[in-house]
């Protein structure tokens, strides 16, 4: 491990302004409930200025507006959290596993890795892959025949890339199968997480831009294109030839139709179903609310008969307007 | 790779009609927008005939109200989705990978596996296993004890076949455990995408129809019954004991709920959840729509309202029913 | 397999009463409806009786107020559900797998194993893991270094345990990275599906408590806790630092956004979206209803006007009002 630096150090590295005294000594980083001596904690809002002030941290990271919350060694920075990352870094080597190819991995002759590329055990990696400099595949990670990855990859275990996509057509009352023979191309500094799947394209390559972060479980079927520095939380599936723009986030468990296209800059909240494309950057949301079970029933039975609730009020409208021109 | 062939040969050997010449010699296959000299493209709807107009392919595939949208050479059939399916099945191998057990492949002496099956990396097939004739599993996939497979499957890396289902009884404030006994038998011609897991019965084995086909990230919970040729997209569950018939779609995401059954010939939408029987062949959706987040938070507010916006409309109606009986 | 037993012996060792012939000799548990000679059925509740009425079981396990329903001999017990569970484990081993480490699998030199431990072909065991007597993890699972497992687990294959959480922090229009150096703690008598994904910590250890049974393919997220003897079903994501108390229930699909918590006793209901923390014991519910399309698209697109619709009755009450003011 790396370290321990003092916070005159971290600053001089990393950048920030440091108030109270530059040399404590930090080992490591922690959390503001948790952090003991040693460590360096960061306050990402005033509105845990509690936790701050209980701390055991001997260091704060913290923005301007924060910091005379509390007399602790700090570094005031503009963006705490993500100087809270680049702090973490410094401490913690990048990934948990070496480089090199695991005696217990299978890569094909004809695949090229570049260096300091780590390969973990039950790896199998396919004819003509090209995995691209210090990139690290964690154990159990399939990348099927043709795919590349770029540099700088995290892959973590179980993740698939380069399944066949899913094209069938009906024929009579069965399936034929349609050969994917694109493949995937992934950019430099993408993460991928546990247990993802990323499907090669029916004739095109599925294409994942550069500093994408895909978490767990996520789904990329054939042909799409995720555009750079998207992130993509647990669980999403995106249909086939869909198109995400950059710098999207996409929430935990969203599903994004087939052939639609969402533009840059769009944050697509969790749970949420995008059937037709976005075109203007926001946030779109679609999450049906929880309730206790039994509200939840009362309401819910209605929304089955909303459209003669409308006929309903559209009805007394009517009358209410007959009435009032008889009336009048 | 097999070819090139001849548009004359395409046609001998799959159907159709050619029109213009029959000497184009074709190498591959290519979508309207990409491909070039060689290669043949296909027009499913004439929507796309902008696309059909610039193709740089040397033929196409479409139907016949399409034909006189060009001069290309062309095969004029009645399913041009299909046929091209059978076009590029002709054009490219079944698989990516050779027949026979990969050394990095664990298969239990007491397994059986037919001619000319291929089993990738990292496999693990159980004891007692049966795998049919012409078989492909990806490297990675697992096949628990006891399970059987058809002819002609093609399984994806990542797959589980024939773990525990989830049987646990409640005892006082503990899990009991219920053995699952069963096993998972699936049919011939079946595809199973990348992370799709199986499980096995109870006692009863979980059954998978002929010519089913599952995208990734499945989910058929124990005891489910899957009826011939219905295709399941990626990232859906089905929940114990649950039935569907033969010829259905169920889309991306959809949930069924366990104990309940679903006839022959419906069409589930993306992202519905199937909560009780459906014993009528038909369409059935139950996607929540999104929207702008402020559009969304204001009417998914009033979901929690809604008995009571009904109650109120009631209110008016008795009201105004009692006016129009007074003004009488 | 052990056994026979007669229905003597097996309520000697488990409890209950024996009604009818207590010399009938058990082999297997089956189903009420394909149970035969020498295999124990039981009645989970008195609306199978017709079941009851035709089973070819030669005992049934069953409650006291069924007892009369019919004359086969038979165990009479509180929780015949529970009750059969147990009788099954009697009659079956408790895994597929023997102990011992499989010469496919991966064990890092620094990691514990302890009694009668099983590790699976193609299992990648991390530096550092602990894993408590008793546990069997099948084929290919892959614990990452420093994670801990608890006594008697039961892990399923393609399960990833200490895979990174997704922490990323906006940096300009990039991602930063925030190392994940916390671990797993799983505690005892667990039980993990297929392919289901847990976490590593952020800084401190994700928790999984005693007992706690996870069915397949379920996400959780880094930092996370789940209280003892809760149970999840499959397809369930909880996200990034949920906290869910003991003795819950999961329903499957459901979705547990981060940072919130749930107290003990809470049973979320199948596709559910938990968006706020929970603090009674209940049911809680946010499943959207399916109907057939049509209907379906009628009364959705509803949805995205109810805040016009309920204006829209505000309006009717007021001019109601005015008028019933006006005329009186």
């Known amino acids: 491990m790396p370290g321990p630096f003092t ?3 971290i600053a ?32 990402s809002s005033p509105k845990y200025r509690a936790r701050l002030a209980a701390t055991g941290a001997s260091a ?8 005379a919350l509390t007399a602790l060694p700090r570094i005031v920075c503009d963006n705490p959290y993500a100087y809270f990352a680049r702090v973490s870094q410094l401490f913690n080597p990048r990934t948990l596993q070496p480089p090199g190819v695991h005696p217990g991995a299978w890569v094909a002759p004809g695949a090229t890795l570049g260096a300091r590329v780590s390969i973990g055990a039950g790896c199998v990696i396919g004819e003509g892959v090209a995995i691209g400099d210090d990139s690290c595949l964690y154990p159990a990670v399939v990348v099927y025949p043709g795919c590349r990855i770029g540099a700088r990859a995290i892959v973590h275990s179980g993740a698939v890339i380069g399944a066949d996509g899913f094209g069938i057509a009906r024929d009579g009352g069965r ?6 023979i694109g493949a995937v191309t992934i950019g430099d500094d993408v993460e991928i997480g546990a247990s993802t799947t990323i499907d090669r394209g029916t004739m095109d390559d599925t294409v994942i831009g550069d500093g994408v972060k895909l978490d767990n479980q996520v789904q990329i079927g054939h042909n799409c294109r995720i555009g750079a520095h998207t992130a993509v939380a647990g669980c999403v599936a995106v249909a086939g030839s869909a198109e995400i723009g950059k710098h999207c986030t996409i929430g935990a468990g969203a599903l994004i139709l087939g052939h639609l296209s969402i533009c840059d800059r769009v944050d697509v909240s969790a749970d949420t179903v995008i059937s037709r494309s976005i075109r203007k950057p926001g946030t779109y949301t679609g999450m049906f609310p929880f309730d206790d079970n039994e509200s939840w029933a009362r309401n819910t039975a209605l929304v089955r008969h909303l459209a003669e609730l409308a006929d309903r009020v559209r009805a007394l409208e009517k009358r209410l307007q007959g009435k009032e021109g008889g009336d009048g």
């Open 175 to 180: 399936w034929q199968k349609i050969p994917q």
């Open 12 to 43: 001089s590295q990393l950048g920030g302004r440091v108030a109270g005294d530059p040399q404590v000594l930090i080992r490591q980083v922690g959390s503001l409930e948790r952090a003991g001596r040693g460590q360096i904690a960061f306050l």
């Open 7 to 9: 916070l005159a150090q």
């Open 60 to 67: 704060v990271v913290l923005a301007a507006e924060a910091e």
